[in-house]
């Protein structure tokens, strides 16, 4: 059984501070689901993943593209949203396969939406409401997800 982990944040700031915190742990290969309703802060995460990766170009949501792709020094960042997809086959019509390798980092908003096609992640991220502002909760689905937990849970006691 893997380890799981809640934040609690706050407002926007926390979630973009988390977001930076992860991408401390983050690495190619690794594949992320996020959960949440909408308007939830999924895409504020990712923004914040991004900034703590250096990047310094504009962070859009991916729900009309279905994916954003940024370049970074060392990876490949792909996020992705399937919102609106209406049918899981639109995963596999849509060519996405290639984008999930051991040279990126896959962020997914809504994966149950692509079905069984989708192989299973690494971690996953689910950010709820509450009455304190959101509350993030994290569970690793393999190993690796597991030693990203680790990591950040060291990180965060030093």
């Known amino acids: 059984m893997y380890s799981s982990h809640v934040v609690k944040l706050n407002d926007e700031a926390a979630t973009l501070s988390l977001g930076e915190q992860l991408a401390a742990i983050l690495h190619p290969g690794l ?5 949440g309703e909408l308007g939830a802060g999924k ?6 993943i991004l900034k703590g990766l250096k990047h310094h170009g504009k962070v ?3 729900t009309y593209n ?4 940024y ?6 960042l792909y996020h992705f949203d399937f919102y609106r997809f209406n049918d899981p086959l639109e995963w596999e019509e849509a060519g996405f396969r290639e984008y999930f390798n051991q040279d990126s980092i896959c962020l997914i908003e809504w ?3 692509a079905g069984e096609f989708l192989h299973a992640a690494d971690l996953h991220i689910w950010i709820s409401y509450s009455q ?3 509350i993030a909760t994290f569970k ?3 190993e690796a997800g597991e030693q990203c937990l680790s990591h950040w849970q060291e990180r965060a006691s030093d």
């Open 132 to 134: 304190i502002g959101r």
């Open 71 to 76: 370049k970074l020094p060392a990876l490949y």
């Open 111 to 113: 994966p149950e939406k």
């Open 43 to 48: 895409t504020t995460l990712v923004r914040g």
């Open 60 to 62: 859009r949501s991916p």
């Open 31 to 35: 594949t992320v689901f996020l959960h």
């Open 66 to 69: 279905l994916v954003e792709i």
């Open 140 to 142: 690793a689905e393999t």
